[in-house]
C-alpha cells in the first residue's frame, strides 16, 4: 500500500510564504506525475500546479510567478513553494502522485493540510 504524508500548512499573514512537503511511502516501483491540488470552502477541487517525471511544470494562472512546484525523486518527495500569498488562497491542500505498483500505475491521495493566510 501506498501512503502520501503532506506537511507544511499552516496560518500565516498576506504576503508570506509556506512550503508545502509531500512523501510517497510504501511498495512501488517509481513515481510519474506529481501535483498539488486545493479545495477552499464551497468551491470545487482545483488543480494548483503539476510536475511531470519529464520535467516539465504546470501552474494555475492564478498561482503563476508565485507558486514553484518542484521535485526530489530520490526522496520521492514532491513540494510546493508558496509565496506573497493572497487571503484567496486559503484552502485545504492535497497532493496527488501517479504511482507505479507492480503492473500498474494508480492514483494516490494526500490527506491535505490546510492553508489560511489573512488579511
Known amino acids: 500500500q501506498v501512503q502520501l504524508v503532506e506537511s507544511g500548512g499552516g496560518l500565516v499573514q498576506a504576503g508570506g510564504s509556506l512550503r508545502l512537503s509531500c512523501a510517497a511511502s510504501?511498495?512501488?516501483?517509481?513515481?510519474?506525475?506529481m501535483a498539488w491540488y486545493r479545495q477552499a470552502p464551497g468551491k470545487q477541487r482545483e488543480l494548483v500546479a503539476q510536475?511531470?517525471?519529464?520535467?516539465?511544470?504546470n501552474y494555475a494562472d492564478s498561482v503563476k510567478g508565485r507558486f514553484t512546484i518542484s521535485r526530489d525523486n530520490a526522496k520521492n518527495t514532491v513540494y510546493l513553494q508558496m509565496d506573497s500569498l493572497k487571503p484567496e488562497d486559503t484552502a485545504v491542500y492535497y497532493c496527488?502522485?501517479?504511482?507505479?505498483?507492480?503492473?500498474?500505475?494508480?492514483?494516490?491521495w494526500g490527506q491535505g493540510t490546510q492553508v489560511t493566510v489573512s488579511s
Open positions: 510536475s511531470l517525471s519529464g520535467g516539465t511544470t
Open positions: 510504501g511498495r512501488f516501483r517509481s513515481l510519474g506525475r
Open positions: 496527488n502522485m501517479n504511482v507505479r505498483g507492480v503492473a500498474v500505475w494508480s492514483d494516490y
